[in-house]
């Protein structure tokens, strides 16, 4: 079992900058891929980025691409987002998740291909 635990959310006016991150509690850690995923409102989740074990893999939804940027610290379990130029449509609630396995990020844009999740961080962007 896998503990991911988000942070970095809040409220930030448009065209501002978060980084949110991902701690993950499993010492194996490099052993997934990860994702980010986020939902709106009245919205279904949608797929937000993703990195493979090594982060030599990264994919990004067309909706963030160029604005957002995902990373990760193996040695430190944890998983980024940084989001740059953000606007209000960007609000919903982040999450990050954990997929088991050697995937490559464009394969892992599913929500039902993961196996683990956070409990979510929200984000606002005001205009």
């Known amino acids: 079992q896998v503990a991911l635990v988000e942070s970095g959310g809040g409220l930030v006016q448009a065209g501002g900058s978060l980084r949110l991150s991902c701690a993950a509690s499993e010492r194996a850690f490099s052993s997934y891929t990860m994702g980010w995923f986020r939902q709106a409102p009245g919205k279904e989740r949608e797929f937000v980025a993703a990195?493979?074990?090594?982060?030599?893999?990264?994919y990004y939804a067309d909706s963030v691409k160029g604005r957002f940027t995902i990373s990760r610290d193996n040695a430190k379990n944890t998983v980024y987002l940084q989001m740059n130029s953000l606007k209000p449509e960007d609000t919903a609630v982040y999450y990050c998740?954990?997929?088991?396995?050697?995937?490559?990020?464009?394969?892992?844009?599913?929500?039902?291909?993961?196996?683990?999740w956070g409990q979510g961080t929200q984000v606002t962007v005001s205009s």
């Open positions: 990195i493979n074990r090594s982060g030599s893999s990264i």
């Open positions: 998740a954990a997929r088991r396995g050697l995937y490559s990020a464009v394969s892992s844009q599913r929500s039902n291909d993961y196996n683990y």
